[in-house]
């Protein structure tokens, strides 16, 4: 990583650490009401050229909750180049309440100024992946594994959950190629303007889920006609 690269991390975590206190509380407050357990989240990713390192999240799933669903949605994304909309988007029922906002502003990853201070992640950079993710990735997928992995990033900016899996690389791939302070400063100013967009997207995709979900609820009123005619008698 570059000096100037890690002189940004450390500054800019090291003064966002009251942030991070704060948002902790206010966390731990939340998860003992709706779902009582640990109020941080630990989960293994891949990061720089495939080292596993451990995660920390604050926690928007119910406790135990089943990663079945999205190996599978998540194996779906990469096959059939649609966009990756998250399951946030549509009403994925494994989450706390409240927890697709924090998901949607980036809340919940502000636990990982912690692995941005430890050296394992940068505040730019690809997102850290999943080992069954990484395992489906070719060697040309890959390299965007050259550059250390970060909270936001070039594909963060570009759109994100409006990009298929196959832009997110070929941004990601960049970004890795072509490292600079100009860059990165300028992602750092976006990622903001980005998230705003990031909830109001979101929103947009659980209300028309929900309409979705309450038109196949409604039982039609409408009685079949009798085609049959009676014969007098």
């Known amino acids: 990583m570059p000096r100037w690269k890690r ?6 975590s090291l003064a966002a650490l009251p ?28 990061g720089y050229r495939g080292r596993q390192f451990r995660i920390y999240k604050f926690r928007t799933m119910m406790q135990g909750a ?5 190996q599978a949605y998540l194996t779906q994304l990469i096959a059939s180049g649609a966009t990756m909309t998250k399951l946030d ?20 990853e502000l636990p990982q100024l912690l692995n941005v ?9 690809p997102r850290p992946c999943i080992p069954y993710e990484y395992e489906q990735y070719t060697p040309a997928q890959q390299m965007r594994f050259e550059a250390v992995p970060g909270l936001t990033g070039l594909w963060q900016i570009s759109g994100k959950n409006r990009t298929t899996f196959e832009e997110m690389i070929r941004l990601d791939v960049e970004y890795a190629r ?48 009798n085609v049959l005619e009676r014969n007098p008698s």
Not at 7 to 12: L, P, V
Not at 117 to 125: F, K, P, Q, V
Not at 190 to 214: F, M, N
Request: aromatic share 4%; proline share 4%.
């Open 7 to 12: 002189t940004i991390d450390i500054i800019f």
């Open 19 to 46: 942030v991070l206190a704060v948002a902790t509380l206010v966390m731990t407050v939340i998860v003992a009401i709706v779902s009582p357990g640990s109020v941080l989240f630990r989960q293994v990713r891949v």
């Open 66 to 70: 089943d990663t079945v669903a999205h």
């Open 89 to 108: 988007a549509r009403r994925d029922t494994r989450l706390i309440p409240g927890a697709w906002f924090l998901r949607a502003t980036g809340i919940d």
């Open 117 to 125: 201070l430890r050296g394992e992640m940068s505040l730019i950079g």
């Open 178 to 225: 072509n490292l600079s302070l100009r860059r990165d400063l300028s992602i750092l100013a976006r990622t903001i303007p980005a998230l705003v967009q990031q909830v109001g997207d979101t929103r947009r995709s659980r209300r028309r889920t929900r309409r979705e979900k309450e038109r196949m609820a409604v039982p039609s009123c409408i009685e079949p006609k």
